[in-house]
């Protein structure tokens, strides 16, 4: 699998914690390779722009695109920080086996934080919840919900969203979401993250998503918080 190069832009989301202030994707740079450490530029927030007071023993799942079009991502912490000269953070490098690689996606994802329902159905798991979106696409979305639910990989649920557009409306869509991925909270009390494919959609319903997702990048890019 491919590690990360110099001048790589990475995004990263620290798992330690999903309140609010956590819940966006963070962009970096990395600046420098050395050994199983890459030191890379303090994460800014792609919703805000803002970066954050990440510390060491912090952990995060960090992803990025290779020159395949492929997503790579791997699972690592903050294990130190330079606050003289340049400020920088010194990132966990795993070994190459143990990063995962996912297809080039058909769909624009997103980070958007949005209002979604859930319902599962199961004889003894008969969740109905409300969450929020971490990101989403034209394919799936993932989301962060309390970790008292005991959702697992292959699960489905049932999706409503809710999606402001421009004009001031909300639209709404209804999918059926396949779990792929569940991570459990870091610690007691704190969120679980979730991601998932839908597998029922209608095409209306898809075109609404894809043209929210869109309307974001447009947004985020007038903000100067993506390329």
């Known amino acids: 699998m491919l590690l990360p190069r110099i001048g790589q832009t990475i995004r990263l989301i620290f798992t330690g914690s999903f309140e609010d202030a956590r819940m966006s994707t963070f962009k970096s740079r990395v600046v420098d390779l050395k050994d199983d450490i890459a030191s890379i530029e303090l994460p800014t927030s792609e919703a805000t722009g803002r970066t954050g007071l990440f510390g060491a023993g912090e952990a995060c799942e960090v992803w990025y695109k290779g020159e395949d079009g492929s997503r790579y991502e791997f699972q690592s912490s903050i294990i130190g920080r330079q606050s003289e000269h340049i400020p920088m953070l010194f990132l966990q490098l795993p070994p190459k086996e143990d990063i995962q690689r ?87 009390g704190l969120h679980q993250w979730v991601s998932g494919k839908f597998v029922q959609i209608s095409e209306q319903d898809r075109v609404k998503v894809v043209r929210a997702c869109y309307e974001r990048q447009l947004e985020l890019r007038k903000k100067g918080v993506v390329e």
């Open 102 to 188: 996912t297809q080039r996606r058909n769909y624009l994802r997103i980070d958007s934080s949005l209002d979604i329902a859930i319902k599962l159905d199961d004889p003894i798991r008969s969740y109905h919840f409300v969450a929020r979106t971490v990101d989403i696409s034209g394919g799936g979305l993932s989301f962060t919900c309390d970790e008292s639910y005991r959702i697992q990989p292959k699960d489905s649920l049932h999706v409503w969203i809710a999606m402001p557009s421009k004009s001031g409306q909300v639209q709404h869509a209804y999918a059926v979401m396949e779990v792929v991925r569940q991570k459990a909270a870091e610690k007691q």
